[in-house]
């Protein structure tokens, strides 16, 4: 079994970060707002990345590291510059 790390774009122009072991699944229920919650209030919502991990302790890890990165740091990782996510990462340790 694969786990999943992913970012959603919501209708409001925010984004969610989630894991999960079942990302079909998953976007069917932020899509209907059957979780509730933050998603179901900026519906509709859109799959923006997702990374798979071996475990589901590794996309939860990377799912609170996301939640706490900037605006700036997120859309560098959709768009997959990496250098840029890195020197995003360096700034913010200054």
């Not at 959603?8 to 122009?13: E, H, M, S």
């Not at 900026?42 to 939860?60: I, M």
């Not at 740091?73 to 840029?84: H, Q, S, V």
């Amino acid at each position: 079994m694969d786990f999943r790390a992913y970012l959603l774009r919501c209708n409001d122009g925010s984004y969610y970060a989630g894991h999960t072991d079942n990302l079909e699944f998953r976007l069917v229920q932020h899509a209907s707002g059957a979780l509730g919650g933050y998603t179901a209030q900026r519906l509709p919502v859109t799959l923006v990345w997702s990374e798979r991990f071996p475990t589901r302790d590794e996309a939860f890890a990377a799912e609170r590291r996301i939640k706490g990165w900037s605006r700036a740091k997120k859309e560098a990782l959709i768009a997959g510059d990496w250098e840029l996510v890195s020197r995003l990462a360096r700034n913010r340790q200054r």
